[in-house]
């Protein structure tokens, strides 16, 4: 599925069975919500926190597609094409930092 798919089966759920979108602020802030459940298991399992047993069972990646999910509402709300705005974004990484982390001592193995 491409970015143009995904806002586009997002925008068909939302206006059928999740019947509107929640304001863009209400999605900002359940963006934080979503971006804090995925650090808690990030931080768990990946981090020095220790795991608690009531979050051994999480699945990662369905946290991810939950921040995935409102960041497209988000997109669609705000007249946002992700697919230009992450070429855009990507061609500016690629300018910007051509040799920056080639240089970096701290990334040097």
Known sequence: MTLEEAQKTVDAWIKTVGVRYFN???NTAILM?????MARIMA???G?????ESDKGKDL???MADVLWVLICLANQTGINLTE???RNLEKKNIRDATRHLNNPKLQG
């Not at 919500?33 to 459940?37: L, M, N």
């Not at 020095?48 to 608690?52: D, G, P, R, V, Y």
């Open 24 to 26: 863009e602020l209400t």
């Open 85 to 87: 705005a992450f070429e």
């Open 61 to 63: 990646g369905d946290e």
């Open 48 to 52: 020095e926190q220790s795991e608690k």
């Open 44 to 46: 768990r399992r990946y």
């Open 33 to 37: 919500e979503e971006v804090g459940e």
